[in-house]
């Protein structure tokens, strides 16, 4: 039995419930609210100590890690593979899977920016802090400090912006040779960013790659006429966060594309 504590909105979460409908595995999830602080409750923490979802628990065995978690299932369950063979090629997709922690943390920088900042600047200094507070990386709280002090100005989005033209720009190349990252099969290389872009278009902002990388552009689509995109993201995305995002994301897009604007001059 396989057990997925996830998320709707959560990009990580969604990775992984992608790899699962694309390899038809029946799975059951254990929602974690992020918003009310499920993720720091001491019995979820036994599982996951980072408090931040995906965990998945196999037959008993606990992992965490969504890169480690996709690779783990398409090992596990060799039907419907995922990597190529040989490993040569599997070397190869891992440089594509080893990045998405930096693309997840530079999502993490826009979504905090863009609609998280706005929202607690609502609250009370106190709920501000205990927000803050209780993330268990002081890295991480660091750069939510910094974002609720400078917002879009901060450093932090134009280095989440580096990662994006960098990558864009990869795949782009990458792009040229078939119609996935790694060539002619659909693999994890392709599974694993999937969510990353949904998330940015949710945030008003998909203009970073469509208004300069084409094949990025009809990648993005060919991910969105596969029936794993509405299965294991559209699906669980409610209408009320479509709302929220639209209304959060529309007025930073003029301030965000003159940012990525000028950094493409300068990768
Ligand atoms: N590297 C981890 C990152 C997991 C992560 O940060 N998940 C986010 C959601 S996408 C989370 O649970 N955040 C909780 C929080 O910010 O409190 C992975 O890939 O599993």
Redesign the pocket.
Known sequence: MLTLYH?DT????AKVRVTLAEKGIPWEGKRID?GRGD?FDPEYLKLNPN????TLVHDGNVL????VINEYLDEAFPEKPLRPEGAYLRARLRLWTKRE?SI?YAI?TMTTAIIFRPELLKKTKEQQAARIDG?PDPSRRAKFHELMETGLESKSVTDALVAFARLFRDMEKALASGPWLMGAPFTLADSGLISFFYRMEMLQIAGIWTEHFPRVAAWFERCRARPSFTEAIERHIPAAAHDSYRAAGTPTWPIVRAKFAQVLTEI
């Open positions: 998320g959560a990009v990580c979460a992020l993720q408090g931040v979802v995906p965490i890690e969504s890169t922690d997840h993490n993330i």
